[in-house]
């Protein structure tokens, strides 16, 4: 569903060129380098902010980032750890980001999105039981934080289908049913279209 890196939400002040480069620049270039597919070179900028600013407002920033990074070049296992190292840290979820549309959440995220990465991950390699543990986390422990109600919805109905899903993988096909019946009128804020197929296919 996703596999973007957080861009924090900024304001900067002016400095001369002559200036030291603020962990905010290598954030910044890190994000740059990132879009541009340079992952491992993004992942150079996110790790000197760790290493040298822990205390800096962009920390939780780059430490998702780098975790994001990671998985792009394929050592999920470095990347596991850091998302749960996330979760098991109290950064504050509603710290903003830079948006590239109104319509786009400002909020991070950091725990929620560091519980779907890692249920995706686990998912991916076909571990259904500890993916459904992350989903379900995700549902009821690190909630999806946004301003818009149309979000969380569609946020919501995402998380039932992958939740049904790791259960369908699991042989528990009553609970799948279970958790997808429960969607199938909840539809007034977003689509359930992918919800009601897969229950009718089942």
Known sequence: MKD????????????????????????????????????????????YIINNYPESSVYPFAL??????????????????????????????????????IMENPYANFSFNSCIDLANIYYGREDFDEALNYYIFADTADLFTSFCGNAVAEMNIYLKEKIAKCYLKTGEKKRAIKVLTKEIFNDLFASNEDVVNLLMKI
Not at 70 to 87: L, M, P, S, V
């Open 4 to 47: 973007k890196i957080l861009i924090v939400f900024l304001i900067f002040l002016s400095h001369s060129v002559f200036s030291q480069k603020m962990p905010e620049d290598y954030l910044n270039e890190g994000n740059e380098l990132f879009g541009n597919k340079n992952f491992k070179e993004a992942l150079g900028n996110y790790e």
């Open 64 to 101: 998702y980032n780098s975790a994001v990074s990671y998985e792009k070049i394929n050592q999920t296992d470095r990347a596991i750890k850091i998302y749960e190292q996330i979760i098991s840290t109290s950064f504050d979820d509603n710290l903003l980001k830079s948006t590239n549309s």
